[in-house]
């Protein structure tokens, strides 16, 4: 394989092999730290006011200061965001000041940057992610001091767009298959994985062995597998298993 595309590789795989949001955030941040960010948010962009449960079920990842992140969280921020009012039109992407400079509502502008900066998030950059479905993405980058170029914007642009949809394929996929399987056979499979005879589950979960052979067979049949290995690895690739 070409050696020019060896960080492309590396950052595929890592994000392939991202068991949870936090490893998905560490690799996009590898990527971002380079243009000066430290931080990344990402999230399905809100169209309408929705309530702060709702606002909370759409982020995806987040790598902000915690204090600042429960701020922003707490005191409904999202819709004086000048950030997020400029996805509601614009889809391309766009550095925070732009937002800041085109936001129409002055006060939202002096909140949301000020109060960002006390964290030491005063550069920005945003990448709308549109999906086949209509909605919208973004990942934010965040920083003290940020060096976009149009080289950074394109880089920054793909592990965007590649963290989020395969983000959402795998959390798709382990809610899918999580649907399927019942919490014991989960419990079987789970212990399977980690190397466990059927006997010695049977044991661990208080239930006999044929018990268990049930379980794993029908696991197996729901996730379409051919043997228990299939199942197993089937179940780790979809992120079911962690």
């Known amino acids: 394989m070409d050696k020019n595309f060896d960080k492309t590789w590396r950052f595929i795989e890592s994000i392939e092999r991202a068991s949870d949001a936090a490893e998905v955030e560490s690799s996009l941040l590898k990527i971002a730290v380079q243009y000066g960010f ?21 982020i995806l990842f987040q790598r902000f200061p915690s204090e600042w992140a429960g701020r922003y969280h707490d005191r409904g921020y999202v819709f004086r965001d000048p950030i997020v009012h400029r996805l509601q039109s614009d889809r391309a992407p766009f550095d925070w000041n732009e937002a800041y400079s085109s936001c129409p509502a002055a006060d939202d502008v002096a909140l949301i940057k000020g109060e960002a900066s006390e964290f030491g998030l005063r550069d920005g950059h945003v990448v709308p992610v549109s999906t086949l479905d209509g909605s919208l993405a973004a990942v934010s980058f965040g920083g ?9 914007r394109a ?9 989020v949809g395969s983000f959402l394929h795998h959390r798709e ?35 006999s062995k044929p018990t268990v052979v049930k379980h794993l067979l029908s696991a197996r049949e729901k996730l379409g597998a051919v043997t228990k290995g299939h199942a197993i690895a089937l179940a780790l690739r979809m992120k079911l298993l962690r």
């Open 144 to 152: 003290g001091s940020a060096d976009i170029d149009p080289e950074a």
């Open 38 to 58: 430290n931080s990344v948010f990402a999230g399905i962009v809100p169209t309408a006011r929705v309530s702060p449960e709702e606002i909370a079920s759409r």
């Open 155 to 163: 880089v920054l642009g793909f592990a965007a767009s590649y963290a």
């Open 173 to 207: 996929s382990r809610q899918r298959l999580l649907g399927k399987v019942s919490p014991r056979e989960f419990d079987c499979l789970l212990w399977a994985a980690e190397g466990k005879t059927d006997w010695e589950i049977s044991v661990i979960l208080g239930i």
